[in-house]
Antibody, heavy 117, light 108 residues
Framework: EVQLLESGGGLVQPGGSLRLSCVAS????????MTWVRQPPGKGLEWVSA????????YYADSLEGRFTISRANSYNTVYLQLNNLRAEDTAIYYC??????????WGRGTLVTVSS | EIVLTQSPATLSLSPGERATLSCRAS??????LGWYQQRPGQAPRLLIF???NRAPGVPARFSGSGSGTDFTLTISSLEPEDFAVYYC??????????FGPGTKVDVK
């Protein structure tokens, strides 16, 4: 059974930082591209970032303005998302998913990030 | 930048009825479009990839069609568990991925 388990969310003040983690099991992680998607409360889905299987290639939504960094540790079956200079509009559930060429086939349950003073 | 438009925003139907959801891209995206279902409180679930391919385990009442800029998700006969929000997602060069705003299918 495939499982993606996100962690690291929580309450953070504006301007603060968080590092999200997503641990995968049931897939061959070292050959899987991965992605992060977020969803503000009551709103739609927004693609955030993606990373290739080796970590050499990374991609970001333009709206992030360089504040987020995706990385991975294949020896730990884990993908990370570093969130810096957080704003109120970054408040959302953050999902990780496996990226299979043109689609996201397996999803985690998400971790909630709340940016508020 | 490629923008996806979904219509209608809300579709009110009864169980057993046919649902037809539309997704339009602002530029030609070939067949690189997928459909996702999201039930309340749950993560999204892949239904259709590359316009018309059903994901493993997805019931046959779900079908996708289209290419270029116009795409359709059809649910042939709505089951109670199908009342949810449906998103389309496109893959291109820049941005790499874009979601549509979603169509909510609710009970009439």
């Amino acid at each position: 059974e495939v499982q993606l388990l996100e962690s690291g969310g929580g309450l953070v003040q504006p301007g603060g930082s968080l590092r999200l983690s997503c641990v995968a099991s049931g897939i061959t992680f070292r050959t899987s591209a991965m992605t992060w998607v977020r969803q503000p409360p009551g709103k739609g889905l927004e693609w955030v970032s993606a990373i290739g299987a080796t970590g050499d290639n990374t991609y970001y939504a333009d709206s992030l303005e360089g504040r987020f960094t995706i990385s991975r540790a294949n020896s730990y079956n884990t993908v990370y998302l570093q969130l810096n200079n957080l704003r109120a509009e970054d408040t959302a559930i953050y999902y990780c998913a496996r990226l299979e060429k043109t689609y996201f086939d397996y999803w985690g349950r998400g971790t909630l990030v709340t940016v508020s003073s | 930048e490629i923008v996806l438009t979904q219509s209608p925003a809300t579709l009110s139907l009864s169980p057993g009825e046919r649902a037809t959801l539309s997704c339009r891209a602002s530029q030609d995206i070939n067949i690189f479009l997928g459909w996702y279902q999201q039930r309340p409180g749950q993560a999204p679930r892949l239904l259709i990839f590359d316009a018309s391919n059903r994901a493993p385990g997805v019931p046959a009442r779900f079908s996708g069609s289209g290419s270029g800029t116009d795409f359709t998700l059809t649910i042939s006969s709505l089951e109670p568990e199908d009342f949810a929000v449906y998103y389309c997602l496109q893959r291109s060069n820049r941005p790499l991925f874009t979601f549509g705003p979603g169509t909510k299918v609710d009970v009439k």
